[in-house]
């Protein structure tokens, strides 16, 4: 069974190399797939295990993203990661 | 836009002398200095700032591939390298595995005449693609000479 959330990307530098690395250290620590995509949109689907395809999304501000996850934990993680998308990866203003 | 120009060849490596990600940072610090792109007096400022990006969270993205991007005051214009260490640099990647490629980026706090922020995310995807591509990474540590190491940047640009 997949679970899914939506989430949106608050910070202002977007998702740049930090908030990735942030998403995947938590989606390594569980056993479950993660697949993320832009809302809406149905081929620019990404691993959300790996930085370098959750850069390619090119995720700015405002952009509302699709999480799936399938597997052990998935529940948890879905959570743990709409809490971070939430608090803006912890970012000051202008963060890189 | 021609990402790919942005790296500009005196201020790569091809192959890194450095055995430990620290001295891999000096290096590469060292050589944009060296290659005449920034003004002197702000190489120590790139060098901490490259330190100081590495206790935030590694730069080590996976497949081998390292990206150091930070902001430095007094900058114009965004400068780049690409620095290859084939034996491979412990950099507490988030695959664990050793680094072989860096793409380092060092850029502008603000917008200036030659640099708009707003580029930042697209040449990151773009940086992001290439070092994804399998056929990217094999011949990027195959290369001979530095301009066919930044050649492939051009030759793969449209990945």
């Known amino acids: 069974m997949t679970n899914c959330r939506n989430v949106t990307v608050v910070n202002e530098a977007g998702l740049h190399a930090r908030p990735c690395h942030a998403i995947v250290s938590m989606a390594m620590s569980h056993a479950c797939s993660l697949r993320i995509r832009p809302a809406g949109e149905g081929t620019r689907e990404v691993n959300g295990k790996s930085i370098l395809e959750l850069m390619t999304l090119e995720a700015r501000q405002g952009t509302e993203l699709e999480l799936s996850a399938n597997g052990g934990g998935a529940e948890e993680l879905l959570s743990g990661l709409a809490e971070l998308f939430a608090s803006g990866f912890g970012e000051r203003e202008g963060a890189s | 836009m021609d990402w790919y120009k942005r790296f500009k060849s005196k201020a790569c490596i091809l192959k890194m002398k450095a055995e430990s990600k620290e001295e891999a940072l000096d290096e590469v610090a060292a050589q944009i200095v060296s290659s005449g792109l920034v003004s002197e007096d702000l190489g120590e400022s790139i060098r901490q700032a490259l330190h ?85 990474r094999a011949f990027a540590l195959q290369a001979k000479t530095k301009p066919q190491l930044v050649g492939l940047l051009k030759e793969m640009s449209s990945i």
């Open chain 2, 52 to 136: 100081d990006r590495e206790t935030l969270a590694s730069t080590g993205v996976g497949m081998n591939v390292a990206i150091p991007h930070v902001k430095v005051e007094g900058l114009t214009e965004a400068v780049c390298s690409l620095a290859v260490c084939a034996d491979g640099l412990e950099w507490r990647a988030v695959d664990g595995a050793p680094v072989q490629i860096l793409f380092t980026v060092i850029r502008p706090h603000g917008p200036t005449e030659e640099y708009n922020p707003e580029e930042h995310l697209e040449m990151m995807r773009w940086i992001a693609k290439l070092a994804r591509a399998t056929d990217f």
